[in-house]
């Protein structure tokens, strides 16, 4: 079914009737070397993104110092299927040359952008400016959508700059933008990522004091933002976003396992122990970086004393496909805690707090709930400051380790 409906937008998209054999020359593998990739999405933009081809079944997508491993590459005919890690979406195309014409595709939403990859450029974007006339470098007090009713919201954008290089993140209060890689031509800064779940790109005019710009994401969505310079700018703290209704002081919850055995947070199992209870999806990369940390973290700490558990918002529209998406990430990630199916068929937080109706609000994907021996709620934290954050990444994991030898303490 998947490849049946990548073909399909392959060919209603590219295909052409006088088109001779001779016209396209097609290989049948991908070349080692570099690509620049390109999504074409809204407003006439283009979204670029780098990867480096090691061998037929083997590439990395880079994005500034994120390198994303590839290994599930598929050939079809005259073509190919790129699938990264984790992730549901997937690069469909079809060998034009040394070239690729194609889709990127996530089936779930029925998502399609259109794809080109070129080989041999290593520039993620073209610079028309001799030289750069401002410089992002900083921390910069950032708000999207501003004056939209129920859309404004509020970030902290933090940029290195040398020469014309832009690398850096808008972190807002339920995570991160990935690590943004792209360039100051002028007075323009334009930045992007692709990690096979979101393809964002932004754009924006720059003084030495505001930016004032457009987020794309992918070719479904784009909405304003503007920022100001402000080096002292913090966000709220991300322990106080979401919190127990008036009247608890614990949660409950009954979810299957991907065998679908019936977990419950009071089965004997966890009882006098410290659990972490993890909110998040297979499709969330902020949800991914917080996998890999705890997964590790488990491994490298096991004790009676503490669990990990994680509960599986997914947009998957049938529970076979959401248990399969689970699965694959304990594969690829080792996870040994159990991550339960709370939710299929929609990622919508309104829907997820229905299911956990202790809480205030489900904010964000992800969200980590700490409760102590005696099952209490200790603590309840929004999002997840990852890699791309830097210091924040840091200050996270030392704040994290301290409470749950806290709580292991008691």
Known sequence: MRYLFAFLMILSAFSCKNESKNEIEKSNTLKVGTYLGVLSIQDGELLPFNFEVKSDKRLKIINAEEVIEVDDIEYRNDSVFITTPVFEGYLAATFIDDNLKGSFIIESLDRVVPFFAEYGPTERFAVSKFQPTQNATGVWETVFSQGVEGGEYIAKGIFKQDGHYVTGTFRTTTGDYRYLQGIMDGDTMKLSTF???????????????????????????????????????????????????????????????????????????????????????????????ESKYYSEFYKNNKTDDLEFIALAFEYAKDKETAFSRIDRLQSKLGIEYPVLLAQYGTSDKAKAQEKLPMLNHVLSYPTSIFIDKKGRVRKIHTGFNGPATGDKYTEFKAEFESFVSELLSE
């Open 195 to 289: 990690d096979g779940a979101h393809a964002f790109l932004f754009t924006a005019k720059v003084t030495d004091s505001v930016m004032a710009g457009t987020f794309y994401s992918g070719n479904h969505w784009k909405e304003p933002f503007f920022a100001k310079r402000n080096e002292n700018y913090e966000l709220p703290s991300a322990n106080e976003l979401t919190y127990l209704k008036e009247g608890y002081d614990t949660i409950d919850f009954t979810f299957p396992n991907t065998s679908d055995k019936l977990v419950s947070i009071k089965d004997n199992h966890y009882k006098n122990k410290v659990i972490i209870v993890q909110i998040m999806g297979t499709w969330c990369p902020n949800c991914l970086d």
